[in-house]
């Protein structure tokens, strides 16, 4: 299993959904990352909080995320391997250490939460089971979709529903500079999907228990 995880996070390196950068970074530092994540708080602390662009839908739950994960995606904004105006002026004022903070404090957000079980409580409808089944999707993020097969995979059960549905769309973009994920590896798996079957896998999956929160914060601290 550790050689099959291997190759896939290689895989992923290679595809440019984790970057080398971050794949080589040194360990985060929470309490440093503390101190770095005022200009985080205003969107990924407020319960509710939504965002505009490319359309209306909730900003993802980062608190109790991998830290491996949070600090690739970080990078791919960076890089522009993910395409978002804010996201990308934000990271690109970040180094590599200070991804590997930010990352780190996040990760540690929701300690208190209750560890999910390995699977579901409850099956998926059918016509659910047979696409995630169709998508390989347990491969990667667990049969409960928050004990990723790697940490450089995201932990998705409960994240909010429409923040999955619009970033699973975004894997089908191409050729926009604007909008849009570069990741071969989710661009293949998304394109043998209609948008309507996308938003059902990102309403199941957005239905599960989560390990993952928001924690509202002061931005005075």
Known sequence: MRTLNAFLVALLVGAGFVSTAA???GAGDAQAGQKKAAMCIGCHSIPGYQSSFPEVHKVPMIAGQNAKYLQASL???KSG???HPTMKAIAASLSDQDMADLAAYFENQAKDRATLADKPQSEPPAAVAELLTKGGCV???GANFSKPSDPAFPKLAGQHADYLYVTLKGYKVQN???VGRSNPVMAGMTANFTQ???KQLAQYIGSLPSELAVVPQSRFR
């Open 75 to 77: 990078a791919a904004y």
């Open 139 to 141: 491969a990667c993020h």
């Open 23 to 25: 794949a080589q970074a």
């Open 81 to 83: 391997d993910r395409r």
């Open 176 to 178: 926009n500079p604007h």
């Open 196 to 198: 309507a079957q996308l």
